[in-house]
C-alpha cells in the first residue's frame, strides 16, 4: 500500500505563495519510477490537473492557468514531490491533491489552499 501526506497549504492573500509538499511511503512501489502530479478541486468543479512530472523529471507540464506562476519538482531521495505556487489567485482556491502513478493510482488526502483577502 502507498500513502501520500500532503502539506503547506493555507490562507495567503492574492499575490501571495505557497509550498505545497507530499510525501510518498509505503510498500509495493519505486517512487523515482512513477510519474507524480497535483491535482485541485474547486467547490462545484470537477477535480483538474494542476501539474505532472515525469521519470527523472524530465518532463514537467501544467494546465494553462498556471503556467508561469507554478513549479513542479521532486525529490527523489525523500520521495517527496512538491509545487510552488507564486502569485496566487481567487481562482485558485481548491483543495489540491497529489497523485502518484505506478502500476496503479494513489491519492493523497488532499491539502486546502485558500486565496482570499
Known amino acids: 500500500q502507498v500513502q501520500l501526506v500532503e502539506s503547506g497549504g493555507g490562507l495567503v492573500q492574492p499575490g501571495g505563495s505557497l509550498r505545497l509538499s507530499c510525501a510518498a511511503s509505503?510498500?509495493?512501489?519505486?517512487?523515482?519510477?512513477?510519474?507524480m502530479s497535483w491535482y485541485r478541486q474547486a467547490p462545484g468543479k470537477e477535480r483538474e490537473l494542476v501539474a505532472i512530472?515525469?521519470?527523472?523529471?524530465?518532463?514537467?507540464n501544467y494546465a494553462d492557468s498556471v503556467k508561469g506562476r507554478f513549479t513542479i519538482s521532486r525529490d527523489d531521495a525523500k520521495n517527496t514531490v512538491h509545487l510552488q505556487m507564486h502569485s496566487l489567485k481567487p481562482e485558485d482556491t481548491a483543495v489540491y491533491y497529489c497523485?502518484?502513478?505506478?502500476?496503479?493510482?494513489?491519492w493523497g488526502q488532499g491539502t486546502q489552499v485558500t486565496v482570499s483577502s
Open positions: 497523485n502518484l502513478a505506478s502500476r496503479r493510482e494513489y
Open positions: 512530472i515525469t521519470v527523472l523529471s524530465s518532463s514537467t
Open positions: 509505503g510498500s509495493g512501489f519505486t517512487f523515482s519510477s512513477s510519474v
